[in-house]
Each structure stands twice: as structure tokens, then as C-alpha cells.
């Protein structure tokens, strides 16, 4: 015979010639040569040395152990008193009931929708990481959820987390602010075959995001589309010289033109400008040939007309001073004033008769 010692936090399965006996707890025990005994650690997963379900015929080992059976689209999560221990995949496994608490989070990977109460820090797990996929929107975007192809949902702002399994999951994101679309170099002819290069902007917002995505493909390039188109048709109405005329007023109309088309890409145009007009060598030449011509005329008519006004002060001027002989008497003093201011000093010489000479010359004799 032989004496088999189980210890504490051990269990003992006994095997004769290869069949399944009994499982011993703590104590000592005596066998004949012919009987097997393995020893098991209770505080470390249980390896069945033979076909599991053979030993599970034994009620009292059945009740020791958990037995966890995952299928082929399942993952569980393994705590071990109340931290994650490991992830068990397919397949079936076994754990000692004892000291150490096992808890068990079945999970079905075979949908992509995490509906198990899991946080999201144990989905950012190192150990459940590679089992699920995760999507950030941001603040300013938002997402169209598409699985295998097919459209789902819109998505807001925040942080997505789906399984990861055969299904192909796919999140477009899309800006939602203010955009702005450059509309440059456009060759367009006035009514009057002018030849002329403009370059203009575009602002506007995503405002159906099913509509730009899902019912149009490039929304953004059919919108520069339909401005290229209706600012070739305003500029395409109109004479070059109306066109300078009324270029504030394109603004307006080509907001209203492409107001309804906007609103089938699903998009909002909230403004729109002409950065330059850009003039041909020859056509720019002859505008500045005008312009120096009107301005030529203008300052010819501003000079008549201070002529003319001059002219006739001096006029008034005269009549009043026939009409008044101390006016002409004052008129005389202020031009005698003007000569003395430019003379420094004056030498007489002779008698008194050259003074009365001086005096006559100086003084009228009126």
C-alpha cells in the first residue's frame, strides 16, 4: 500500500487502471499499488487528464469546479476577485472553486454592437483591446456609419466602440463648420466678348449630412460646379462697361441662384465675393487710356470754371471801384503799400521841389 497526503488548498483525483474513481479533499489517504492519484492546486486552473465530460459524471466534482464553455462568436472576460485576469476565447475550460473569486463576462463578438455591460475601460484593456475597434468624432464633425456597405446611422461627437469581428464597419467623418471654396482663374466672355479672368470665394456649412453623403457623390466639387456656372451666366448677360457697373450686385444674384441647389447637396451658402477682375493686355490699355481721359476733362472743366469765376470778381471788382472814388483811393493806397513792402530804403537828393515831385507821384489828384 501507499500513503497519498492531500494538503490544504489541494485536490486529489484518484484513477485505477485508467478509470475515473473519486476526487479527495484535504487528509491523508491509503491505496493499493494499482491505484493513480493526481494532485491539483485549487488556486490554479484545472487540466482534465482525461475527456472532461467523463469526470463531470462525478456530481461531487462537478460541483468544485466552474466550467466555462465559450463558442466559436464569444469571447469571456476572466476576473479573478474582481480584476481581469484574461480573455478566454473558444474552447472550454475549467477553474477550482475556492479562495480565489472567479466572476465570468460573456460577450457575443458575432454582432458589432457592444450591448454587454462593459466600461470603457476595460474595452482600452490591453487583454480586450485587440477584440474591438474604436472611432473618435470629433466636436466639429460628424459621422456616417456604414456595416458591410450599408448605411446604419449619423453619428455625433464621441468615442464609438463596436467588436471586431468578420463585418466591415466603416465611419466617413465630415466636417461641419463654416468651409470656404476658392473659385479661380474663370475665362468668362461679357455679352459684348470681352475677355475677362475672375477669381472669387464661397463660404458654407454642412447642414444634412445624409444629403451630402449618402445622395450626392463630391458634394463639395458639384458646389464649385453650380457657382462656376452661375457666375458665368451673369457675367455672359451683361456688356463689359454695365458689368463694372453693377459688379455689387452679383453677390446677391448668385446667392439666389444657387441657393436651391445648395440645398439638394445638403449644404447652406452663407456668402459670396469677387477677390479680383482681371482685364485682358488690350482691354486693360484702353481703360487706362480712358481714365486718363475723363480725368484730363475734368480738370479742364474745374479750370474754366475758376476762370470764369475770377474773371467776373474782377469785374465787380471794377465797377465798384468806378462807382466809388474812396474804394479806388484805398485800392490805390494797398498797391503803394505792396511796392513800399519790397523796397528796403530810398535816397533823395535835390531841393525841395523833388519832394513835391514824390508827392504827386504817390498821391492822386482826384
Known sequence: MKNIHVNAYEVALVFKKG??????????????????????????????????????????????????????????????????????T??????????????????????????????????????????????????????VLYIDGKF?????????????????????????RQQQAEINGQEILTKDKAALRINAWAQYKVKDIEKAVLQNKDFSYQLYVVFQLALREYVGALPFDELLEKKESITQFILEAVKEHAEALGVEVNGFGIRDIILPGDVKEIMNQVLIAEKKAQANIIMRREETASTRSLLNT??????????????????????????SNISVNGNGVLLDQLKQILVSQK
Open 90 to 143: 473558444a474552447g472550454r475550460y475549467t477553474f477550482w472553486k475556492s479562495v480565489i473569486q472567479h466572476d465570468f463576462v460573456r460577450a457575443d463578438i458575432g454582432k458589432v454592437e457592444i450591448t454587454e455591460n462593459i466600461d470603457r475601460a476595460t474595452l482600452q484593456n490591453k487583454l480586450v483591446a485587440p477584440y474591438v475597434r474604436t472611432f473618435i468624432v470629433e466636436s466639429h464633425e460628424k459621422g
Open 19 to 88: 478509470v475515473y474513481q473519486q476526487m479527495l479533499k484535504e487528509g491523508n489517504y491509503w491505496f493499493w499499488k494499482n491505484e493513480t492519484v493526481h494532485k491539483y492546486n485549487v488556486t490554479k486552473p484545472f487540466v482534465a487528464p482525461v475527456e472532461l465530460n467523463i469526470l463531470l459524471q462525478d456530481t461531487v466534482l462537478a460541483d468544485a469546479l466552474h466550467v466555462v464553455d465559450v463558442k466559436d462568436n464569444e469571447i469571456v472576460l476572466h476576473y479573478e476577485n474582481g480584476l481581469l485576469k484574461q480573455v478566454l
Open 318 to 343: 471794377a465797377k465798384l471801384m468806378e462807382e466809388n472814388a474812396m474804394l479806388w483811393k484805398l485800392k490805390e493806397m494797398e498797391y503803394v503799400e505792396k511796392i513800399a513792402d519790397k523796397i
Open 152 to 176: 446604419v446611422q449619423t453619428l455625433d461627437a464621441g468615442v464609438y466602440n463596436w467588436w471586431k469581428n468578420g463585418m466591415v464597419v466603416q465611419v466617413n467623418k465630415l466636417d461641419m
